[in-house]
């Protein structure tokens, strides 16, 4: 079921979306990105949202150009000056995204469950990434980051019946979907390949210089995208790890919040996507 909703009532347990916002404030950080597709990967271990993509999008001929068409939507939703009308637009391009799954059972997109898991990545993602590389979050700033999502998913007009209203309850919902309702679906495993296999050369890099780059390239990105996946995830896809690489990784992670102030004194074109810059723009505030 899908309906239009009206804004969030000041009884809602969902916070405002703003220049004072720490959704706001670290959604649209280029340091997201040090996460990985941590967020898209697990959103495709969720069969029907996995299928949905497999059956209705261009993801394995095109991904970049997906993710190119997906994200200015998404950041509009949450840092437009209608974000609400942006979240429909979202909303209604998944419309005609239904099928069957291998068992022969529906899904739709639009089925408040898989909607909501998507959403769930995003702000886990948000959540996750500020935490590890930018700096260490309060548990009332994990409560205030969860409530100010509440208020983001609200905009998209879908039915929130069942859907954690606490970020205790988000934790449970998470460690739970983590547990019983991830499967490794080949979309997921299509978006980590190169992590274990490496990246092929392309076609406008010389072999000469592929020769050199390539290694220190797959080493990096597979750092980052397996590191980035919750243990739990890593099992599921068969993703190679150890501890002596998950040190590595957390020390590469305190580095790069120690540079939190450095990073801080940036241009914003340099620290966050223009979206966002514009809407702060909008707000007559700084990023």
Do not use: C
């Not at 404030?25 to 280029?30: G, L, M, P, R, V």
């Not at 606490?166 to 495993?189: N, P």
């Not at 993703?239 to 957390?250: C, N, S, T, V």
């Not at 074109?269 to 223009?274: A, E, G, T």
Request: no cysteine; proline share 8%; aromatic share 12%.
């Amino acid at each position: 079921m899908v309906e239009d909703r009206s804004p969030v009532e000041e009884t809602s347990p969902g916070l405002p979306l703003g220049p004072d916002s720490l959704v706001w404030k670290y959604f649209a950080d280029n340091r997201m990105a040090l996460l990985g597709p941590r967020a898209a990967v697990l959103q495709n271990m969720l069969p029907s949202l996995g299928q949905g993509v497999e059956d209705h999008s261009v993801w394995f001929a095109e991904t970049l150009a997906r993710l190119q068409r997906s994200i200015p939507p998404i950041f509009n939703t949450v840092y437009g000056a209608d974000g609400a009308a942006a979240g429909h637009e979202v909303r209604d391009f998944h419309k005609p995204i239904k099928g069957k799954l291998p068992d022969g059972k529906p899904y739709s997109a639009l089925n408040p469950e898989t909607y909501y898991w998507a959403h769930a990545t995003f702000i886990e993602h948000t959540i996750t990434a500020t935490d590890l590389f930018i700096r260490r979050l309060t548990e009332a700033e994990k409560e205030q980051l969860f409530a100010e999502s509440i208020t983001w998913f609200s905009r998209y007009g879908v039915s929130a019946t069942g859907t954690p209203q606490t970020y205790g309850e988000f934790k449970v919902y998470w460690q739970h979907a983590l547990d019983e309702r991830l499967v490794a679906h080949r979309t997921a495993a299509y978006g980590v390949g190169y992590a274990t296999k490496g990246w092929p050369r392309p076609k406008r890099v010389h072999p000469v210089l592929w020769f050199v780059v390539k290694r220190p390239l797959n080493a990096v990105s597979s750092s980052i995208t397996i590191g980035g996946m919750p243990p739990e995830g890593r099992e599921i896809l068969g993703l190679p790890w150890d501890d002596k690489r998950e040190r590595r990784y957390q020390r590469f992670a305190a580095a790069s919040r120690a540079l939190n102030p450095v990073y801080a004194k940036l241009p914003g074109k340099f620290r966050m996507h223009p979206i966002a810059l514009r809407a702060f723009g909008r707000e007559g505030r700084r990023a």
